[in-house]
């Protein structure tokens, strides 16, 4: 073997161990501190055995941070790359971020050729919305010879990703024996029910130190409250502070976050959260890991992949905000945490301890066993396309976007049933040759084009709507009570519009809508469902509940795109009633049961002769046309009507399957290629411009934006300060209730940025990349400024401790968006060296300089 272990290997990591010797690829699902690590070490020791290359990837640079330290304490070969940390670039185990090893494989790097293994920790980060689609473009563009090990907590449908990227899965799975079941009330009475004082002061005579303390609210936990027993550790402490602090400038000791965490760590008390400076969270965390503190409250980001188990967890709550409302967390959430209960090794069990959050408010044990028990969340592709993934792609030219898309994890499911999609054309074709037998006149002449319209006239009105939404006059259209058509499940019924039901969630090129939809009698769809939405079909359609009491509502949100007609009829009388039970849900009821028993003219689309929007009335005259073919007399004759119509869609259908044409976000494709084309990123051949060369090396911010920024010569008139200052717009996201204070200098070119991002919106609208500004960069409806005056005064030599005055954004914060902006002023470095131009370069340069200064500068405490 090429590496050893003084303890007895469990069977997933033997599995594991075996295939990577056999030159497999691996997935390895396994809870939190279960000991995938073992998995990681034994690719870089056979890697370094075998004279090549192994790269260890993390979703956080902490994690890097950590696990460079920790390899480098294991073998005598490692080297990290971060956006800001260099070290021993050579090296045979390489530690990096996904975005330095996507930047990599774009550019060709030669390093590629020598690299055997890569590690992915943390996999399940491929469900983050803003950064999994970066682990899957990595996935995809590694070439064959790279062997792929991902590390992952555990997920249901681990199989399901494995065989996108063809690995072997090893999965650690163990039943624990002799559990006793509690009963209900046992598990009440488990869910401690006091405040976190006596809790604390609990911990440490229950020998249940040290503890996380998952609480989001950590800055008002009032941890001084708190006291532990520390008299033989207070030494150490002092001594790690001490030369922690000693590579700040003496100004800096002296932050009012430091002295705060001096005094609490004395105590063996300590905070962990994403507003903390990166040195005073590697010192806790330092500290954390030699069991100097006995009492950590953290958030949940402290879990993430941070090796740092303990042998108690506490939850201040089970509940969270998520950005959009609070929500009980979610079993996936709940284990990552609780998960870090019990050091192997120390620990003969670890200790969960769930505070409720009031006096008398125990937690319903139906939720408590859900968030325990309940299956995790499912890997799910965040894969989107990017304008600077299309850039890159044409630039190489060694992947077409349309083999990226079908190896990504969204499409794989589709991939796999090409091979019966292909009998199933051979059959459907079958099938025509013998209608063609039978000698239909009407159809053999008409049907190809009757079909062709019918689809088109669909398409256009998916588009015609989801362009209306955004209108004034559309939001006055999708009003309360308004009867639609819809496709739901794939069957033909109608819904009532709600109150403010528009929603921009999820897809921003698919808007929502959360209608009182009539719940379909039938499990599945019919011939005539598949008919386009006409009055002269209507005849044909399949009826509604025929029954009062099968008439059964819900409340559903849908994509605007299932929609199939917007009648003109508002029914007002059935919302609220038929939410208030009694006589009024029963008068509701009859109501919507008028509704079932025909399809008739009630449902026909309403009158769009007030639309003003040019394009969209282009869509109502092209529609117009194509329901004329559609619905030809000559056609509609044919006794055999439906049963043509059905066999002509069957093959077109199976016929698109196996063309690249049926890839989801290849309409999104070609849409952005056309935006890139009218802002002359791209020429009339997809041949990629200079604008398309500088926008290639944005990754770090608004590719398209910024590079209008730089082409158009704004840059030029203003100073380094000013322009890091401008810059840091491009990568602060942070909500801030400070309003900055600017130079004119600096509202102009704040107005500027603000211009070109309009203009750059304006074209993503009317190529409907997205369908309003609300849904892009757009520089004004988020507060993107709101720490342009920090930058600008840190630029200019103020001192880091007067720049936190000026601003509510926390100090860790201004730390990392100062990283980031040091990053986006390199990007903007090697533009103006590709468009040749030297003072830009020149500036450039010095603004890093003056950012990248003292405490923002500091070496982490891990190197």
Known sequence: MAREWPFELDVFQKEAIYHLENGDSVFVAAHTSAGKTVVAEYAIALAAKHMTKAIYT???????????????????????????????????????????????????????????????????????????VVWEEVIIMLPEHVSLILLSATVPNTLDFASQVAVEVVVEDHTLRGVVEATSEEVVVAVVNCNEGVVVALLPAKATTPVIWA??????????????????????????????????????RTLPQIIRLRELLSRGIAVHHGGLLPIVKELVELLFAE??????????????????????????????????????????????????????????????????????????????????????????????LTYNMILNLL??????????????????????????????????????????????????K?????????????????????????????????????????DYEGIRTFALLLANSTTHRGDPSNPSVMPLVLKPSRDSRDS??????????????????????????????????????????????????????????????????????EWNDKFSEMSLEKVQNLNLQDIIQQRAALKEAATDDT??????????WLIREKIVQLRQSLTDQNLQLLPDYEQRIEVLKTLNFIDSDTRILLKGKVACEIHSSDELVLTELILDNVLADYEPPEIAALLSAFVFQEKTLSTPTLTSNLERAKETIIEISKKVNDIQTTYQVIQSSEESNDFVSQPRFGLVEVVYEWARGMSFKNITNLTDVLEGTIVRTITRLDETCREVKNAARIIGDPELYQKMQTAQELIKRDITAVASLYM
């Open 215 to 252: 609480k989001r609210d950590v800055l008002v936990a009032q941890p001084q409250q708190h006291r532990t027993k520390l008299s033989k550790e207070k030494s150490a402490i002092h001594m790690l502070i001490e030369r922690s602090i000693a590579r700040l400038k003496p100004e800096d």
């Open 58 to 132: 993390s979703p956080i640079k902490a994690l890097s941070n950590q696990k460079f330290r920790d390899f480098r304490q294991t073998f005598d070969d490692v080297g990290i790359l971060t956006g800001d940390v260099q070290i021993n670039a050579d090296a045979s185990c390489l530690i990096m971020t996904t975005e330095i090893l996507r930047s990599m494989l774009y550019r060709g790097a030669d390093i590629i050729r020598d690299v055997e293994f890569v590690i992915f920790d943390e996999v399940h980060y491929v469900n983050d919305f803003e950064r999994g």
């Open 635 to 644: 056609v509609m004759k044919c006794p055999n009507f439906i049963k043509h």
């Open 528 to 597: 005539t469902d598949l008919l386009p939405f006409l009055p002269e079909f209507m005849a044909m359609y399949t009826p509604l509940q025929k029954l009062k009491k099968h008439v059964f509502t819900k409340v559903d949100t849908i994509p605007v795109s299932q929609i199939q007609s917007l009648t003109g009829t508002v029914v007002k009388s059935v919302i609220p009633e038929i939410f208030n039970g009694g006589e009024k849900y029963h008068k509701a009821k009859d109501i919507l049961h008028r509704y079932c028993l």
């Open 395 to 444: 630039r190489v030219e060694a992947l077409k976007i349309e083999e990226m898309i079908k190896r990504s994890f969204s499409e794989h499911a589709t991939q796999q049933l090409l091979p019966e999609h292909e009998k199933a054309v051979k059959i459907s074709e079958a099938d025509l040759a013998k209608i063609k037998r039978d000698a239909c006149d009407i159809c053999d």
């Open 291 to 384: 069991t100097l503190v006995k009492v950590l409250f953290a958030t949940e980001t402290f879990a993430m992949g941070l090796n740092l188990p303990t042998r108690t967890v506490v939850f201040s709550g089970y509940r969270k905000h998520d950005g959009q409302s609070f929500r009980n967390l979610l079993p996936g959430e709940y284990t990552q945490m609780a998960g870090r209960a019990g050091r192997r090794g120390l620990d003969t069990v670890g200790s969960v301890i769930i505070v409720a959050p009031g006096s008398d408010q125990a937690p319903p044990v139906a939720e408590l066993r859900t968030m325990m028990l309940g299956q995790p969340s499912k890997l799910r592709s965040q894969f989107r």
């Open 446 to 486: 008409h049907m190809d084009s009757c079909h062709d319209a019918g689809q088109t006239y669909m398409q256009l009105t998916s588009d015609l709507y989801k362009g209306l939404i955004s209108t004034p006059l559309g939001r006055r259209i999708f009003t309360p009570g308004r009867l639609i058509v819809l």
